[in-house]
């Protein structure tokens, strides 16, 4: 079974489990405004619904990520203007960001 993000069952819970605040800037989810989470795809390919490429995110964060690559908007003013830096990025998206670097050939930050 998979929800309607179309993310399976055992990927969900685990995700739930992992990610007690936002894989990107560090917030920690909650119900105002800038705290609810939401779901992400830390590469952008709704067909890659692994643990390694699902996320939970704050609805800040995934608005300005938007369809950019995770690498490009990390560097983006946006990301730096969030408070965005190589420490405030959960493990996930760090493993995440080597293999598009890796695949890139690009350097790292
Ligand atoms: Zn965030």
């Not at 490009?72 to 730096?80: G, L, P, R, V, Y």
């Amino acid at each position: 079974m998979a929800n309607k993000w179309r993310i399976p069952r055992d990927v969900e819970e685990a995700v739930m489990a992992r990610d007690k605040v936002c894989v990107y800037c560090g917030v920690e989810f909650g119900s105002e405004r800038k705290t609810v989470w939401s779901w992400e795809h830390i590469v952008n390919d709704i067909s890659i619904a692994t643990i390694e490429n699902i996320a939970r995110c704050c609805v800040g964060c995934n608005a300005s990520k938007g369809a950019k690559s995770l690498c490009d908007w990390i560097n983006s003013t946006n990301a730096k203007r969030r408070g965005i830096t190589i420490d405030s990025l959960s493990p996930v998206v760090l493993n995440a960001l080597g293999v598009e670097w890796l695949n890139s050939g690009e350097a790292p930050l």
